[in-house]
């Protein structure tokens, strides 16, 4: 048995805590904000194993001048940013063209389809089922532009093995009656689900875990220092020497990934959510709508609508325009939320940790064997969360992971 520290306690953490239990070690999580305190506590809720298409895309060329400029356009670039985030700029545009952008769908691809592996024996051991919704996720396109441009997505998705089911206006109003009628097209994904309560999923899981002897430290780990047989972890309350350490903490990663040696070039995607409170279940599944860059959830608190990018780093402020762009949107595609006693309860920031090639790291370190780097799964580190935290514990074990790591591995930069 050995002593690992793991440090962040989202989906990718946690995951990774549970199998590092399972095989015997003694693990201690490190998170000042606790179990979903980041960009695990106000996602989508989606289980998305169709989402192997990177944000970016060849696209990006043709359209980035809207993402300056246009008021409504669900991907934003804070002028002010621009200078620091010119590197990281440079390269998300050179893995956008064609052929990197294909290779990216390709791994992205094989990792989700193998995400349920991850969390089969994790669901059943923690007793989690009742927090999972299976129904399959709904994606609505308005426009007949944007439903043929998406025909190189859908084509990257199938050669992935997603099963995909396109509908008319007629089979989408079938389904959900209570959209408005402005959706011409969608793409439904059987094998799809999503939590009721994404923080909540990940408090229970807490929960059991520290009942089977998960040590739990509210701390900031500050800085690593990797040595020949171990790992001393930096924390305003003194050192802690462990066997292994996983860094599994989103965007916070990066400074103890550089402590290590390793200079990753990671930024954050800022996405947001609005939720609705007054109505009961307008929709019964989640529903995206691609030309809003948002996905409808109906979750416990209410609905939840989430989704935008901005570029603008960690800045705490938020962008009353990117907010305000979900709840009139969510309003346009559900016209129960317009009824008296509909009200919005909430609206929230969180930094989604992401690599300019749109694929996340996970591998070890190049200065010690004895730390492995989780994060950066932008937008799948729901979906990519279990299987992560399997591939981190056979990492620490010595065995050899059950999928092929090359693309992932944090080397490649």
Known sequence: MATVAVIGAGFVGLSSAYWLMRDGHAVTLFDPAGPAGGASYGNAGTFANY???????????????????????????????????????????????????????????????????????????????????????????????????????????????????????????????????????????????????????????????????????????????????????????????????????????????????????????????????????PIGRPCGWAERGLYMTPMAQGLRVAGTVELAGLDPRKASGLTGLLARSARDALPALKEPGVRQTDDWLGFRPTFPDGLPVLGRSRASERVVYAFGHQHVGLTLGGLSGMVVADLVAGRAPPLDLTAIDPRRF
Do not use: M
Request: proline share 6%; charged share 25%; glycine share 10%.
């Open 51 to 281: 989402a192997c298409i990177p944000v970016n895309n060849p696209s990006v060329f043709r359209d980035f001048h809207r993402y300056l400029l246009a008021a409504d356009s669900p991907f934003r670039l804070r002028a002010s940013y621009l200078p620091r985030l010119t590197p990281w700029l440079a390269r998300f545009l050179w893995h956008s063209t064609p052929a990197r952008y294909e290779a990216a769908a390709k791994a992205l691809g094989q990792l989700l389809g193998r995400a349920y592996e991850g969390y089969a024996d994790l669901i059943r051991d923690a007793g989690l089922e009742d927090r999972i919704r299976r129904r399959e996720c709904l994606y609505l396109y308005s426009s007949e532009r944007s439903f043929r441009n998406s025909a190189d997505s859908l084509r990257l998705r199938r050669e992935a093995g997603v099963a995909c089911e396109v509908l008319d206006a007629s089979a989408i109003r079938g389904l959900e009656p209570a959209l408005a009628p402005i959706f011409a097209h969608g793409v439904l994904f059987p094998g799809s689900w999503h939590l009721s309560d994404p923080a909540g999923f990940l408090t229970a899981l807490h929960g059991w875990l520290a009942g089977r002897g998960l040590r739990t430290e509210a701390r900031a780990v500050t800085r690593l220092a990797p040595g020949g047989s171990g790992v001393v972890l930096v924390t305003p309350d003194g050192d802690e020497r462990f066997d292994h350490a996983v860094v599994a903490a989103g965007i916070h990663s990066r400074p103890l990934a550089a402590d290590c040696g390793d200079r990753l070039p990671l930024d954050t995607e800022r996405g947001y959510h609005v939720t609705f409170g007054g109505v009961i279940d």
